[in-house]
């Protein structure tokens, strides 16, 4: 079609005209393709425009941060006043307390010094009430002293029988004098312990006192004082016992040559020391002048110059004691060995007041005195002398704490197959410990009586249902002295010797060093169940069997408790035994991990206190023998493991639970792991993934750990990048700005040989509720088409920023997706904006591009 335009000015016609040609010329300019140079000028300022708006963009993301920053410092400077207010006021009540204490205390010691007056009215009118009770003994003793002279001239009379051939026909038989037929009393019928002569004892105390500042050696005088305020015969008998126990020493240098020994009752009492035979004789006596029939008994003693096994045939008696009647039955005390004992090191007698040679029982007095007649061992079938020589070696300690001895029954024991076991069983709850040492002809006395602990790696010593085993096993062929010590559990400072044995080991058994063991006993220790560990959920062998170098120990718990284990090795430096233990720690038990790298044996301790007071000591609860037959090649754990290991009871006071794995050790075969939880108090919580120095691979491993936050579910997933053994921490803190605390550590196991991608870059815009489902790599390849689709919650904008802008579009889900060409760039960025209409968007992850090998 042609245009025609009409003019009446020619001029105007030539403009038209030439406008006409330009725009024509430009048409077909524009129509032609742009050169190389004008391309390439293009692109680049649209690269240019493109970065200028990212970096808009990040000052844009960088200014909204700093002002975030400065709103949370200056809610820091107004939490700083108001604690500082609060500190003040809190002080103001410090002091208020401390002055309401203050009068507290003067009004307590008002209420003290009245207390103190009380009591001596208190006293002065008990003195007012005993002195009414004595005068009332002692018209009952007046009354008794009437029966006793009857009961005398009755014993004369049966005395003048016997000699006219008129014996009773049961003393015939016995050779016991008068003791009546029938049942025998026991000691703890006639009273029930020491406290019920205290009274008694007290006396007997101070009148020996004064009569010795007085220098009254009499026996009459002596024995009608200490029992004055005695009401029966055994009242009498005890105040006689306890005045010989607290004035007799035992004769020292008389016994080993170096001056005359003391024989008359006179003599001991004047020089206040004398032998055996002084005290008995001296015994005899006084008893006689108070109306007690006596007798003194010759014999062996297992006392001062015995020696284990030695044979008595044709060896002369070398001790002498006492038996008295009472109530028509015979009874036996030693008031020389109830005075202390002779210390043959020092040469040198202790003085130690033992009651428990007071009225013994003859089953319990014929363990270390054998007497030459027969009868006087007051028992139903006598021992024989070669019984009496068998008999193992035991203290007073060792009835007194109730003790029966179970196995060996003889002193002497051959080891079998290496080994020795004994075994000694307590009415009450005792604590033992031992000693081995190569054998000493020593005599008895001349070693030590009490004992701190025993470290002894010769013997393993276990304790259950009060019951005590140990297994003797010696190293080297030979002749061993092995000596138990015991206390009462409750008691406190060393333990007493109670009871002594001899083994022979013939062929000792080839095995490994058995580590030191700082407590008393292997397993369970005594007490453990007052620590909160229940003994029924706890391995009943004190010896574990470790298989393929890894062993997984389990302890039921009454309460919450915190735990620290130990694992000892002959061979194994403490920094690697810390790497062989993993320890998981929950409300109702304990789970302890541990490594045997070498072959031999381990020992395990096991150490607690109650979890919510972390002001109390570690107590040793439990001490484990670890046995690994074979030394595998195993992979320590991660240095730097916290306390506690997979879920329990830190994880559980967080609120943190549903774990997926309930573990403290994962493995993985592909290298890949999903670790989901709920997080039900919304703290903000933190994840480290960790390797030992030495093992990192090239990129770093935090690329390797990514963590999704939706709701109250948390995911933390994991991809590996080498095969080996690593360390999954979880960190939970509750107030921004303050530190994270440890909530538990993970023991990650990858066997896969393939190197595990990594994860994306996350940035700070990525929150709360974002979800990446694809890609789930952080490493994409170059020059592809990947598919993108992420939730991302609030957004109404999310692009991926590659060689292009690609405007991500939300489906149904809803979830935003889109496809992304990799081509051209080394970095391809999500990034998402709040605002539809917003040019700035913040960045959220960012996804490497592999580089070809042609580039590289």
């Given at each position: 079609?042609?245009?025609?335009?009409?003019?009446?000015?020619?001029?105007?016609?030539?403009?038209?005209?030439?406008?006409?040609?330009?725009?024509?010329?430009?048409?077909?300019?524009?129509?032609?393709?742009?050169?190389?140079?004008?391309?390439?000028?293009?692109?680049?300022?649209?690269?240019?425009?493109?970065?200028?708006?990212?970096?808009?963009?990040?000052?844009?993301?960088?200014?909204?941060?700093?002002?975030?920053?400065?709103?949370?410092?200056?809610?820091?400077?107004?939490?700083?006043?108001?604690?500082?207010?609060?500190?003040?006021?809190?002080?103001?009540?410090?002091?208020?307390?401390?002055?309401?204490?203050?009068?507290?205390?003067?009004?307590?010691?008002?209420?003290?010094?009245?207390?103190?007056?009380?009591?001596?009215?208190?006293?002065?009118?008990?003195?007012?009430?005993?002195?009414?009770?004595?005068?009332?003994?002692?018209?009952?003793?007046?009354?008794?002293?009437?029966?006793?002279?009857?009961?005398?001239?009755?014993?004369?009379?049966?005395?003048?029988?016997?000699?006219?051939?008129?014996?009773?026909?049961?003393?015939?038989?016995?050779?016991?004098?008068?003791?009546?037929?029938?049942?025998?009393?026991?000691?703890?019928?006639?009273?029930?312990?020491?406290?019920?002569?205290?009274?008694?004892?007290?006396?007997?105390?101070?009148?020996?006192?004064?009569?010795?500042?007085?220098?009254?050696?009499?026996?009459?005088?002596?024995?009608?004082?200490?029992?004055?305020?005695?009401?029966?015969?055994?009242?009498?008998?005890?105040?006689?016992?306890?005045?010989?126990?607290?004035?007799?020493?035992?004769?020292?240098?008389?016994?080993?040559?170096?001056?005359?020994?003391?024989?008359?009752?006179?003599?001991?009492?004047?020089?206040?020391?004398?032998?055996?035979?002084?005290?008995?004789?001296?015994?005899?006596?006084?008893?006689?002048?108070?109306?007690?029939?006596?007798?003194?008994?010759?014999?062996?003693?297992?006392?001062?110059?015995?020696?284990?096994?030695?044979?008595?045939?044709?060896?002369?008696?070398?001790?002498?004691?006492?038996?008295?009647?009472?109530?028509?039955?015979?009874?036996?005390?030693?008031?020389?060995?109830?005075?202390?004992?002779?210390?043959?090191?020092?040469?040198?007698?202790?003085?130690?007041?033992?009651?428990?040679?007071?009225?013994?029982?003859?089953?319990?007095?014929?363990?270390?005195?054998?007497?030459?007649?027969?009868?006087?061992?007051?028992?139903?079938?006598?021992?024989?002398?070669?019984?009496?020589?068998?008999?193992?070696?035991?203290?007073?300690?060792?009835?007194?704490?109730?003790?029966?001895?179970?196995?060996?029954?003889?002193?002497?024991?051959?080891?079998?197959?290496?080994?020795?076991n004994l075994s000694i069983s307590s009415s009450m709850s005792v604590t033992y410990t031992?000693?081995?040492?190569?054998?000493?002809?020593?005599?008895?006395?001349?070693?030590?009586?009490?004992?701190?602990?025993?470290?002894?790696?010769?013997?393993?010593?276990?304790?259950?249902?009060?019951?005590?085993?140990?297994?003797?096993?010696?190293?080297?062929?030979?002749?061993?002295?092995?000596?138990?010590?015991?206390?009462?559990?409750?008691?406190?400072?060393?333990?007493?010797?109670?009871?002594?044995?001899?083994?022979?080991?013939?062929?000792?058994?080839?095995?490994?060093?058995?580590?030191?063991?700082?407590?008393?006993?292997?397993?369970?220790?005594?007490?453990?169940?007052?620590?909160?560990?229940?003994?029924?959920?706890?391995?009943?062998?004190?010896?574990?069997?470790?298989?393929?170098?890894?062993?997984?120990?389990?302890?039921?718990?009454?309460?919450?408790?915190?735990?620290l284990c130990k694992l000892v090795h002959p061979g194994l430096e403490p920094a690697l035994?810390?790497?062989?233990?993993?320890?998981?720690?929950?409300?109702?038990?304990?789970?302890?991990?541990?490594?045997?790298?070498?072959?031999?044996?381990?020992?395990?301790?096991?150490?607690?206190?109650?979890?919510?007071?972390?002001?109390?000591?570690?107590?040793?609860?439990?001490?484990?023998?670890?046995?690994?037959?074979?030394?595998?090649?195993?992979?320590?754990?991660?240095?730097?493991?916290?306390?506690?290991?997979?879920?329990?009871?830190?994880?559980?006071?967080?609120?943190?639970?549903?774990?997926?794995?309930?573990?403290?050790?994962?493995?993985?075969?592909q290298g890949k792991c999903n670790l989901t939880f709920h997080n039900q108090q919304d703290?903000?919580?933190?994840?480290?993934?960790?390797?030992?120095?030495?093992?990192?691979?090239?990129?770093?491993?935090?690329?390797?750990?990514?963590?999704?936050?939706?709701?109250?579910?948390?995911?933390?997933?994991?991809?590996?990048?080498?095969?080996?053994?690593?360390?999954?921490?979880?960190?939970?803190?509750?107030?921004?700005?303050?530190?994270?605390?440890?909530?538990?550590?993970?023991?990650?196991?990858?066997?896969?040989?393939?190197?595990?991608?990594?994860?994306?870059?996350?940035?700070?815009?990525?929150?709360?509720?974002?979800?990446?489902?694809?890609?789930?790599?952080?490493?994409?390849?170059?020059?592809?088409?990947?598919?993108?689709?992420?939730?991302?919650?609030?957004?109404?904008?999310?692009?991926?920023?590659?060689?292009?802008?690609?405007?991500?579009?939300?489906?149904?889900?809803?979830?935003?997706?889109?496809?992304?060409?990799?081509?051209?760039?080394?970095?391809?960025?999500?990034?998402?904006?709040?605002?539809?209409?917003?040019?700035?968007?913040?960045?959220?992850?960012?996804?490497?591009?592999?580089?070809?090998?042609?580039?590289?």
């Amino acid at each position: 079609m042609d245009f025609v335009f009409y003019a009446p000015r020619l001029r105007v016609n030539r403009c038209i005209l030439q406008l006409c040609t330009g725009n024509h010329e430009l048409y077909m300019r524009r129509r032609k393709p742009d050169t190389i140079e004008v391309q390439q000028m293009k692109a680049q300022a649209k690269e240019e425009k493109l970065q200028k708006k990212i970096e808009r963009d990040n000052l844009e993301g960088e200014k909204r941060k700093r002002a975030a920053n400065e709103k949370k410092k200056a809610e820091m400077e107004r939490e700083t006043r108001d604690l500082k207010i609060r500190l003040s006021q809190y002080e103001e009540t410090t002091k208020n307390a401390e002055r309401d204490l203050q009068e507290q205390l003067e009004r307590g010691l008002r209420l003290e010094e009245e207390r103190r007056r009380v009591e001596q009215e208190a006293a002065r009118l008990e003195t007012e009430r005993m002195v009414a009770i004595i005068a009332k003994e002692e018209l009952l003793r007046q009354a008794e002293d009437q029966m006793n002279s009857q009961e005398q001239l009755a014993g004369e009379l049966a005395e003048l029988e016997s000699a006219v051939g008129k014996e009773p026909e049961g003393a015939a038989k016995t050779g016991l004098g008068e003791e009546t037929p029938g049942k025998r009393r026991r000691r703890k019928d006639l009273f029930s312990g020491s406290e019920a002569f205290s009274w008694v004892d007290a006396h007997a105390i101070r009148a020996g006192a004064e009569l010795k500042q007085k220098c009254v050696y009499e026996v009459k005088t002596i024995a009608q004082n200490v029992t004055q305020e005695a009401r029966t015969e055994l009242e009498r008998l005890r105040a006689i016992w306890v005045w010989l126990c607290h004035n007799i020493e035992y004769d020292v240098s008389g016994y080993l040559g170096q001056s005359k020994m003391l024989y008359s009752p006179e003599e001991v009492i004047a020089a206040g020391k004398g032998v055996c035979s002084g005290y008995a004789s001296l015994c005899l006596k006084m008893c006689r002048e108070v109306g007690l029939q006596c007798k003194e008994v010759c014999g062996y003693g297992k006392g001062i110059g015995h020696r284990p096994g030695q044979s008595l045939r044709d060896v002369r008696s070398n001790h002498m004691w006492n038996a008295v009647l009472l109530g028509g039955q015979w009874f036996l005390m030693d008031a020389c060995w109830g005075a202390g004992h002779m210390d043959m090191q020092h040469k040198s007698f202790v003085k130690e007041f033992n009651d428990f040679y007071f009225l013994t029982d003859p089953e319990d007095f014929v363990e270390s005195h054998f007497p030459d007649e027969e009868e006087w061992q007051l028992l139903d079938q006598p021992m024989t002398r070669e019984e009496f020589e068998m008999l193992v070696s035991k203290s007073s300690i060792f009835f007194t704490l109730g003790l029966k001895l179970i196995q060996p029954q003889h002193f002497y024991t051959i080891t079998d197959d290496g080994e020795v076991n004994l075994s000694i069983s307590s009415s009450m709850s005792v604590t033992y410990t031992y000693d081995i040492t190569p054998r000493h002809d020593f005599l008895h006395g001349g070693v030590a009586e009490q004992k701190e602990t025993s470290r002894s790696s010769w013997g393993v010593m276990t304790m259950s249902h009060r019951t005590m085993r140990l297994q003797i096993l010696p190293r080297a062929q030979g002749t061993y002295d092995i000596r138990v010590y015991a206390r009462l559990e409750l008691a406190s400072g060393p333990l007493s010797w109670v009871c002594s044995f001899t083994v022979e080991c013939r062929a000792p058994r080839a095995m490994e060093e058995i580590p030191e063991n700082p407590s008393l006993f292997w397993g369970l220790q005594v007490g453990s169940e007052a620590l909160g560990v229940a003994p029924g959920g706890s391995p009943g062998s004190h010896m574990l069997e470790v298989e393929e170098g890894e062993l997984e120990l389990t302890m039921k718990t009454s309460r919450s408790l915190m735990a620290l284990c130990k694992l000892v090795h002959p061979g194994l430096e403490p920094a690697l035994a810390e790497r062989c233990l993993a320890t998981q720690i929950r409300p109702d038990g304990l789970t302890v991990h541990a490594l045997c790298p070498s072959r031999g044996f381990y020992r395990l301790s096991v150490f607690v206190r109650d979890y919510d007071k972390p002001e109390d000591r570690f107590e040793n609860a439990a001490n484990f023998l670890l046995h690994c037959k074979v030394a595998t090649q195993v992979e320590l754990f991660p240095p730097g493991l916290g306390s506690e290991c997979g879920p329990g009871t830190s994880t559980l006071q967080a609120g943190l639970f549903k774990f997926s794995h309930t573990g403290a050790l994962v493995s993985t075969q592909q290298g890949k792991c999903n670790l989901t939880f709920h997080n039900q108090q919304d703290l903000e919580l933190h994840a480290v993934l960790w390797r030992a120095e030495g093992q990192a691979p090239a990129v770093r491993l935090k690329r390797h750990l990514f963590c999704t936050f939706t709701d109250s579910r948390v995911m933390v997933s994991t991809s590996l990048p080498v095969p080996g053994v690593y360390r999954l921490g979880l960190y939970a803190r509750t107030t921004p700005g303050t530190a994270f605390n440890p909530m538990c550590d993970f023991v990650l196991r990858s066997s896969c040989e393939q190197p595990g991608l990594p994860f994306p870059s996350i940035y700070t815009a990525w929150g709360k509720g974002c979800v990446l489902f694809e890609p789930r790599v952080g490493l994409l390849e170059p020059a592809a088409w990947v598919r993108f689709r992420v939730r991302v919650p609030g957004a109404k904008k999310v692009s991926a920023i590659g060689e292009e802008r690609v405007e991500l579009k939300m489906n149904k889900s809803p979830v935003w997706e889109g496809d992304v060409f990799t081509g051209g760039v080394r970095q391809v960025q999500l990034a998402s904006s709040s605002s539809e209409y917003s040019g700035s968007m913040d960045i959220m992850l960012a996804f490497d591009i592999r580089r070809s090998a042609a580039l590289g």
